[in-house]
């Protein structure tokens, strides 16, 4: 396969924390690959169970690259400055865990702040694009009649 690209389904979180210690948080996800942002999902307001039920693509995936979700509270800057956080925890999929065979379920987030057990669901499919493009239509012949 020269040319992989990974469905990401980022579907929801459960228990997270607050990103300044005192507040719901307002969760978004972030992906990254070799330290490189893919995408990121749009932020839920005040929630700890957030549901983003979004889809991503990733295109040019190589085989056995590891994907790091990051979940982070949306603040604004003042607040971030003054009191830090923002960070809710990450979870780091190996590529084993979902090259070629995908992958389905919950990842337990790690580094989160006050050690909260909290969880992300997602899944994730492998698309080959070369298969995925469409097949080229064979033109009529023209006429060369007057």
């Known amino acids: 396969m020269s040319r992989v690209s990974l469905k990401v389904h980022v579907q929801s979180g459960s228990d997270l924390g607050s990103g300044d210690g005192y507040s719901l948080s307002d969760p978004f996800v972030v992906c990254l690959r070799n330290s490189n942002p893919e995408f990121q999902t749009k932020a839920c307001l005040q929630t700890a169970d957030p549901v983003w039920d979004e889809e ?32 809710l925890g990450e979870a780091l999929l190996d590529g084993r865990e979902f090259f070629p065979h995908g992958f389905d379920g919950e990842v337990r987030l790690e580094n989160v702040p006050g050690g909260i057990p909290a969880v992300l669901r997602l899944s994730i499919s492998v698309d080959d694009d070369e298969a995925s493009l469409p097949i080229p239509q064979r033109l009529p012949p023209t006429s060369t009649l007057p």
Do not use: S
């Open 56 to 87: 991503h693509v990733i295109r040019d995936y190589t085989p056995g690259q590891a994907l790091l979700f990051q979940v982070m509270d949306e603040d604004n800057a003042v607040k971030e400055a003054l009191l830090g956080g923002g960070f």
